[in-house]
């Protein structure tokens, strides 16, 4: 079969046999690829450093027939999370992304937005501030996969709830008014839902450059992984190492 | 019904689960053993009861050992001031094979690794800060992985050393030796510049 070429990010690799990868790509022209990179445990000649997660890569790999996996041949580096400086607040940040976007993208489905917006929150978390990509992301994420729910309105009766207080619960999809919240409902506050608005119409460029404490949107995030995770039926792994995280 | 005796199906299933031996491997290998004297049979023996048996972590640097303090730690002729930090046991003899390091060594056992939920705490740092605290440390060499996971590990652990007022250093990284420029990807040209030195 044809060598195919794609950009791709790379999401996780997992060793296989004695000296293969099992590699997770996220491909600009397949969605969610997984393939084997023979030898690359062993020798880096071939891949080098490009099979690091979050890695934005040019790929090249073809399918075998009748066989799940593709044959990864190589990979050029395009961009590499390593070329600035990686702390522990962006390790888990670009951790967090990297499972959010495996645990989500079905296998084989393009989708160029979640692409796009994965670049762009990557670049994003070069700097040292990793609480608005993170949210960004999140919110961006949820929406893309169909699961965010009107946050303009209360889930039970409908009412609007454009200034009044919100809440959500862990077991229900949407928010919910103050009359109708359940028993230990968490609350949204009405900055964090402007600050959603504001983040539907904005890149995540135009958010660069102000100072976010990990306070800044915490019930927000909060709300969104609650939300993926009664979707994908499980805990996302780095959502609890974020909120350890000191401000 | 069983191809072999039930002692050799047990073999065979012991000695597959072992790393990149496959069923025909443990078959070839048990049968080997089956064919060795008595003796070569029963020190192979002991010496796996041994391993599981005599070996422990070293209380000072967590490496692998018999006796405790390890022979680094014990050691009258390495400079117990200078500690080079490895991911695993295992990544002591590679530096080991350039007989020029003559510091000794602390373990962390892993890396910090958010995908697998391994964070600071799950690390084996805590003792190499009593090093630290205790004045025992002029130097420390982050000789962590040049991975993600590494190059977070190396980032977190300087800021806490620093913090103790300690000369931190971080091994080089770029072209390994032999190699060809040419075929040097971009990261590891980027670091190799980066890292470069004055002639």
Excluded at chain 1, 81 to 88: K, R, S, W
Excluded at chain 1, 196 to 203: D, G, I
Excluded at chain 1, 221 to 242: D, N, P, S, W
Excluded at chain 2, 149 to 158: C, F, I
Aim: net charge neutral.
């Amino acid at each position: 079969m044809a060598l195919k070429e794609s950009e791709a990010i790379v999401l996780r690799t997992y060793p296989l046999r004695e000296a293969d990868l099992l590699v997770t790509l996220f491909t600009r022209a397949e969605g969610k690829v997984r393939g084997v990179a023979r030898s690359a445990k062993k020798s880096k000649r071939r891949f080098g450093g490009a099979l690091e997660p979050l890695t934005y890569v040019r790929a090249y790999y073809e399918d075998r027939e009748r066989q799940e996996l593709a044959r990864l041949d190589s990979c050029e580096v395009l961009e590499s999370p390593l070329a600035t400086e990686v702390g522990y607040p962006r390790a888990v940040a670009l951790a967090h992304v990297a499972e959010l976007l495996d645990e989500l993208l079905p296998d084989r489905e393009t989708n160029d937005a979640a692409f796009r917006l994965a670049l762009s929150v990557i670049a994003g978390l070069r700097g040292a501030d990793v609480w608005m990509p993170v949210t960004y992301f999140e919110l961006w994420m949820t929406r893309l996969m169909g699961y965010l729910p009107d946050l303009g309105e209360c889930m039970i009766c409908g009412r609007p709830l454009n200034g009044s207080r919100a809440f959500f619960h862990a077991l229900t999809d949407g928010l919910m008014c103050v009359d109708d919240k359940r028993l230990a409902s968490s609350e949204i506050s009405g900055d964090s839902r402007v600050l959603a608005a504001h983040m539907f119409r904005a890149p995540v460029e135009n958010f660069a450059g102000t100072r976010w404490p990990k306070k800044q949107g915490s019930d927000l995030r909060k709300f969104l992984i609650q939300t993926l995770q009664r979707h994908i039926e499980k805990k996302l792994v780095t959502a609890g190492m974020l909120e350890k995280i000191s401000a | 019904m069983s191809k072999f005796a039930e002692p050799m199906v047990r073999l065979i299933d012991s000695l597959k689960k072992l790393p990149g031996i496959g069923a025909k491997s443990a078959q070839r290998l048990a049968f080997h053993i089956l064919r060795s004297s008595d003796e070569d049979a029963e020190g192979l023996a002991a010496a796996v009861r041994d391993v599981k048996a005599k070996l422990r972590l070293c209380s000072n640097c967590n490496n692998i050992t018999d006796v405790d303090p390890c022979v680094y730690c014990s050691s009258a002729t390495r400079n117990q001031r200078m500690v080079c930090v490895v991911e695993e046991p295992t990544n002591i003899a590679a530096i080991e094979k350039t007989k020029h390091f003559n510091g000794v060594y602390h373990v962390l056992h892993g890396s910090i690794s958010p995908l697998h939920g391994v964070g600071p705490d799950q690390l084996r740092i805590s003792n190499l800060m009593r090093r630290v605290d205790d004045g025992q440390v002029d130097e420390v060499i982050l000789a962590t992985n040049p991975t993600i996971e590494g190059e977070a590990t190396a980032t977190y652990l300087s800021g806490q050393l620093r913090r103790a007022g300690l000369k931190v250093t971080r091994i080089a990284m770029g072209i390994p030796v032999g190699s060809d420029i040419e075929y040097a990807d971009e990261i590891t040209m980027l670091k190799a510049m980066e890292g470069r030195r004055e002639l």
